[in-house]
């Protein structure tokens, strides 16, 4: 007998919120459902065709996107597969915004059920732990600073330095940290991992543990984040279960656990040194440091902190992807970068890709045009703190060198697409009304400095006769730049600057 | 909605003995309780040996703890910068103005409380809004409104 048809309904965030959970519910109450088996698999990242459903049989797997679609029409099974071949599926594997993606971090999501620990490990998962548990600890954190692995939470530290720090501590304790706290706007990597390829984060923060020495692991997630708290907390019991944690893991002598810890609606939690303060149960306020957290960190023992992404590279890098992920890209823009493409652009999704390439190639290949089809007018790069790009600098490129060059960052990897009735403005005040409402206001400059800055752009709104505005909001922007302890208020000039730059006669109102 | 006579101890002993376990007691009261009371807050401070003020200091600063009772359903407009490329503010003032409601403002049936959100990660179907654990992408006021009729059905 053949094996049963397949039907796959993505079970993740963007896809459940156009429809999949509602066509879950129609598909597993049809007439003779028994006969095919119905996999909630993750989403494949490419969003603009979510909800995307797919049949597979006798092995061969096509889908097609069920947008809106009204299945009421269909009382059985049969009857679904008949709507579905009038739909022309296809093999999303190849399309374009797949096919000319290189993933490495990202390349399981979308094929199977992230909860199934059997399909993890038929697909290399848990590979890399097995074999780093046979190595050295500062064998794996050669290797890890051989790949040139830098953070991908925003500052692009080298990961491998960090390690090695606390690894270099003596103290009997240490912790490590998942920074889960996914704030800027424009981005959904670290989600996409945790609710679509959760055991990855797991296999990365266990290795990573390992090889500084760490036996307790947390995961501070964004409580804007559900479906991810849930696939977390089912995906961390089911590798205790597996003794993929816990004591003895594997049957070694190395124990880690991890202790899923949720933030609480804070943007600046996401900063590291507030998010410490955070899971220890205080105001999120940030701290000056030194002394770095790899010192002295989480309850005053040496901490090592990775985004999500960080530690879900882990297991790709010591597991046959190693060279190639390091031969991508030179520089300090080494591996590829999960690029969130989104905004008002038709193809928006995750694009994993090297770093070398141009904004205007990344909407070109990838995002095509605009969702209105109006003009692209502007481009912000790298969250609520990155540049706004001008549509004549589409050959800007995506590397961290390049970005730094024009004052700018990578950032986490979030690409914003504006078309030609955005207001610069308008998002020239929110930069500053962002601040004004996320900071933890711990400094001056940034709690009141953005409140004046609101003022400031309010007043360059209505008032036509603005120069002495223009230098008081240069000044002041200075100001929060230079006496800032943190990234909020010490960059949330940037975007600011950059409408100044790169959007003449924007930003003040006639 | 907690029970009238919930035992306050019995919903944070979990965290008591935990590391850091003020913020997870905080967030089982807030999910309970619906709102931090005054009880509540010394409840907190005796399991942690804080005083009242020392935890009203914490809670205070995280969005997601409130002091007063919220509607039963939570509705939360992402402002973030992908949302306001597809017309968040839009849908803001469509919905503001559809309830009668300002941001942060609980409806006097207690049906909805109105919050504005920064970022639900649904960038690529934006705008979008979440309804207490439910986000819908791509929306707009009939969406919104259909999904609060089917909820309190």
């Known amino acids: 007998m053949s094996a049963k048809t397949k039907i796959y309904i993505p079970n993740e965030t963007t896809s459940n919120s156009v429809g999949s959970n509602d066509i879950y519910r129609v598909i597993s109450s049809l007439k003779g459902v028994d006969e095919v088996e119905i996999i909630r698999n993750g989403s494949w990242g490419a969003f603009w065709l979510e909800p995307f459903i797919e049949v597979e049989k006798d092995k061969n797997r096509k889908g097609a996107c069920y947008k809106g679609v009204d299945l009421s029409h269909c009382k059985t099974i049969d009857d679904f597969m008949i709507d579905f071949q009038n739909r022309e599926p296809f093999d999303i594997s190849t399309i374009d915004f797949i096919k000319k993606q290189m993933r490495i971090v990202f390349s399981r999501i979308g094929k199977g059920d992230p909860l199934d620990i059997a399909f993890y490990q038929s697909n290399k998962g848990f590979n890399s732990l097995r074999n780093v548990l046979n190595l050295d600890q500062q064998e794996v954190i050669d290797k890890i600073k051989k790949s040139g692995l830098t953070g991908r939470g925003g500052a692009a530290f080298p990961t491998g330095i960090k390690m090695q720090t606390v690894h270099d501590q003596n103290n009997s304790i240490k912790y490590l940290a998942c920074n889960a706290d996914e704030g800027d706007g424009g981005t959904f990597s670290d989600r996409l991992i945790m609710e679509s390829d959760p055991f990855s984060l797991i296999e990365g923060m266990t290795i990573a543990a390992y090889a500084v020495g760490a036996t307790k692991g947390f995961i501070y997630l964004r409580s804007e984040y559900p479906l991810a708290k849930s696939f977390l907390s089912k995906a961390i019991d089911i590798a205790n279960k597996n003794n993929f944690l816990g004591n003895n893991i594997l049957s070694s002598d190395f124990n880690f656990e991890i202790d899923l810890r949720i933030g609480a609606g804070s943007y600046v939690c996401g900063e590291e040194t507030a998010m410490m303060e955070s899971i220890e149960g205080r105001r999120g306020l940030v701290r000056s440091k030194p002394p770095l957290p790899a010192i002295n960190g989480l309850f005053d023992r040496p901490t090592l902190i990775n985004n999500v992404v960080t530690l879900a590279t882990i297991p790709p890098l010591l597991n046959g992807s190693f060279s190639e992920f390091s031969e991508i890209g030179s520089g300090k823009s080494i591996g590829t970068m999960p690029f969130q493409l989104c905004g008002n652009i038709l193809q928006s999704g995750l694009v994993e890709t090297g770093f070398d390439i141009s904004i205007g190639e990344m909407i070109k290949t ?35 060198e390049s970005l730094q060059s024009i004052k700018g960052s990578v950032g986490h990897g979030g690409i914003v697409i504006f078309d030609d009735s955005v207001d610069m403005s308008e998002q020239a005040k929110f930069s500053m009304e962002f601040c004004a409402k996320e900071s933890c206001g711990k400094c001056t400059p940034c709690r009141i400095g953005s409140i004046r800055g609101m003022e400031i752009i309010d007043r360059l709104q209505t008032n036509k006769s603005s120069k002495q505005d223009i230098d008081l909001l240069h000044d002041l922007c200075e100001t929060m730049e230079a006496t800032s302890l943190c990234a909020m208020g010490g960059m949330t000039p940037n975007p600011i600057y950059s409408i100044i730059n790169h959007f003449p006669g924007e930003l003040t109102k006639e | ?51 009242n003020a020392e935890v009203l200091d914490v809670l205070t600063y995280y969005d997601d703890f409130t002091l007063e009772p919220l509607g039963r359903n939570i509705v939360r407009i992402c402002r973030a910068e992908a949302c306001q490329s597809l017309k968040s503010k839009e849908l803001t003032d469509d919905l503001t103005s559809h309830f009668d409601l300002s941001l942060d403002e609980t409806a006097a049936d207690s049906k909805i409380t109105l919050k504005e959100v920064f970022c639900l990660g649904n960038c690529a179907l934006g705008p979008s809004v979440m309804i207490n654990e439910t986000v819908i992408g791509e929306a707009d006021k009939s969406k919104v409104i259909k999904f609060l009729n089917e909820i309190e059905e």
């Not at chain 2, 919930?6 to 709102?35: D, R, S």
């Open chain 1, 366 to 400: 990838f995002g095509k045009e605009t969702k209105s089809g109006k003009p692209v007018h502007a481009i912000q790069i790298g969250g609520p703190l990155g540049l706004y790009l001008s549509s004549n600098m589409m050959s800007t490129k995506l590397t961290i």
């Open chain 2, 1 to 51: 909605m907690g029970k009238v006579m919930t035992n306050l101890y019995e919903i944070i002993e979990p965290y008591v003995e935990i590391e850091g376990g003020l913020m997870p007691a905080l967030h089982a009261i807030q999910e309970e309780e619906g709102y931090i009371s005054k009880d509540a807050i010394s409840e907190l401070a005796k399991a942690f040996n804080y005083s």
